[in-house]
């Protein structure tokens, strides 16, 4: 099984003290940063759109700690070549998104980005095909709707973690969206291990602890699945 991943989204950061706070992750034991690009067309909001992203990669790329910790963006739009060139490490879009999910990864790819494939709530997991999961480095399950923070945990969606799980033992599968102490286990336990958390991680009082819990009950649900 993979290892575990904590990945911060820095969505639920303070955008005014970005350079800090990408600090305090990465200090705090998180392996990524997640950064969400949303451009008014598949999602009607523009939280963190192109124009304030590409600055904020290049700004947590050099200042980051260790500097060569992976920004990780979650975009829909192809903006494969300007999140590349800002430092992105992981280009993960939504499946939803495009028409031709292979011709994407292989652009991601010879950018010398890794690529994810993201399906929405709503998405079933099939319809992330075999060919596109066997080029993809990443898959991401939507635990929420895409397109704001804070939103509640959608449970239904995990046994879609569990079905990419089943077809792809190998593969890094991540869950994005109201995931948190009191949501990790049934997310672990269905076979993520990427785990991207926002107000869980950036508004608790030890953020340090959060993260190694979080690492911990995937690695404990991990052995259990190997077992």
């Not at 790329?61 to 829909?76: E, G, I, L, W």
């Not at 060919?131 to 939507?142: F, P, R, S, Y």
């Not at 190998?170 to 990427?194: F, L």
Request: net charge neutral; charged share 20%.
């Amino acid at each position: 099984m993979p290892k575990a991943i904590v990945s911060p989204s820095v969505l639920a950061s303070d955008f005014g003290q970005l350079t800090a706070e990408c600090k305090r992750m990465i200090k705090g034991g998180a392996e990524w940063l997640h950064m969400d690009v949303m451009d008014g067309h598949f999602v009607p909001n523009i939280t963190m759109g192109k124009y304030y992203t590409l600055p904020a990669f290049t700004m947590s790329r050099a200042m980051t700690v260790p500097p060569q910790a992976p920004r990780f963006c979650h975009v829909y739009l192809k903006w494969v070549n300007d999140i590349a060139d800002a430092g992105g490490a992981l280009y993960c879009f939504h499946i939803e998104a495009t028409s031709d999910p292979i011709s994407l990864i292989h652009a991601i790819h010879e950018r010398k980005m890794r690529a994810g494939v993201a399906i929405s709530p709503d998405t079933p997991s099939t319809a992330i095909k075999d060919e596109v999961a066997e080029i993809a480095d990443m898959l991401l399950v939507m635990t929420v709707y895409p397109g704001r923070g804070g939103q509640k945990f959608l449970e239904r969606c995990v046994p879609k973690v569990a079905e990419l799980r089943a077809r792809f033992p190998d593969k890094d599968i991540e869950v994005d969206g109201g995931v948190g102490p009191k949501t990790i286990d049934v997310c672990a336990e269905a076979g993520s291990n990427v785990i991207v958390a926002g107000t869980a991680i950036f508004n608790a009082s030890d953020p340090e602890a959060v993260i190694a819990l979080l690492k911990e009950r995937v690695n404990t649900a991990q052995a259990k699945l190997r077992n």
